[in-house]
């Protein structure tokens, strides 16, 4: 089995990435600056004997004593609420982390993930959105210090790629979701979650026409093993293509929770994204990857997780 690096490990996909690469009879070295992770993700795995954690800021230099087979970057601040508080942080993550991590798996010949996003993507002027497209990102724009650190990071993924010959995968990733969200972060899901679990009203942004598309936190862990275990170097969509308006989703999110909130509406972020589904055709064809958590069934799960969380 493989030695694996996981930056980001000790936030929301990192965990569940840690965990499940452990299950696969990996050895696991998992690394994260706390700013957004936790380590109470990892308290299922922080002591089995194939696990290490280090805290360490990724946009420093990097040493890891031995052989890695692959470096797999996740470290990234994801949510709105974080990169707005953090922008220069997030610019050197996706920059700075991204080149420092490169230069690991260059110098031990090793795999490298770097994990990009549906944001690089824009507000798109096409849907759904395929690896071919563009996109439509202002790079002066209020969320352009996360769009642009991921276009960025995918740029010098290519760069080492070309220049030397590390072998690399890029997956962008949509809307993701699942237990161990942090209920502060801001995000559409753990937002409505916490206000339908507390009674509050439901805050959606604008007239909740816009659309995402979530994914369900394992199918896309099963997304990153295929990805993995195959050989694509340019990017590949991981995500769910069952696209849903943010009132249907704010509408579903009461029904689950048997909540009495109702919905109330709120102007809309600056460049806030009008549409968002996946087109996985790549990931189908050559990963023979597609998701399989029902909306309502993720949704669920993540009530449950986060009801629990609320009652601590």
Not at 224 to 245: A, F, K, Y
Not at 265 to 283: F, H, T
């Amino acid at each position: 089995m493989g030695r694996i690096l996981v930056t980001g490990g000790a936030g929301f996909i990192g965990s569940h990435l840690c965990e499940q690469l452990l299950q696969d009879g990996h050895d696991v070295i998992a690394m994260d600056n706390m700013v957004t992770g936790r380590t109470e993700n990892l308290d299922d795995i922080f002591y089995h004997d194939r696990f290490t954690f280090y805290e360490h800021d990724v946009t420093e230099f990097v040493h890891i004593s031995g052989d890695l087979d692959w470096v797999i970057h996740l470290a990234s601040l994801a949510s709105p609420v974080f990169y707005d508080n953090y922008p220069i942080k997030t610019l050197k993550v996706g920059a700075l982390g991204t080149h420092k991590t490169l230069g690991l798996a260059k110098e031990k010949d090793a795999s490298y993930l770097f994990a990009s996003t549906s944001e690089v993507y824009g507000d798109p002027e096409i849907n759904p959105q395929h690896e071919g497209y563009r996109g439509n990102v202002d790079p002066f724009g209020p969320r352009s210090c996360y769009d642009e650190s991921k276009r960025y990071g995918e740029s010098l993924v290519r760069a080492y790629r070309n220049e030397h010959d590390v072998d690399v995968r890029v997956m962008r990733i949509f809307n993701t979701y699942g237990p161990r969200m942090r209920l502060d972060d801001g995000r559409v899901i753990p937002t409505f979650a916490k206000q339908a679990l507390t009674g509050e009203d439901l805050t959606v942004h604008g007239d909740g026409s816009q659309t995402r598309s979530f994914c369900y936190v394992s199918d896309l862990i099963d997304g990153i093993q295929h990805l993995m275990e195959n050989d694509v170097q340019t990017p590949v969509n991981l995500g769910n293509p069952d696209e849903r308006t943010i009132s249907e989703l704010a509408e579903l999110i009461i029904e689950l929770a048997d909540s009495d909130s109702e919905i109330t509406y709120e102007p809309r972020p600056p460049q806030d994204p009008n549409l968002r589904k996946p087109d996985i055709s790549k990931a189908k064809n050559e990963l023979d990857w597609g998701p399989e958590i029902p909306l309502e069934d993720g949704l669920q799960r993540s009530l449950d997780y986060f009801e629990a969380k609320l009652s601590e």
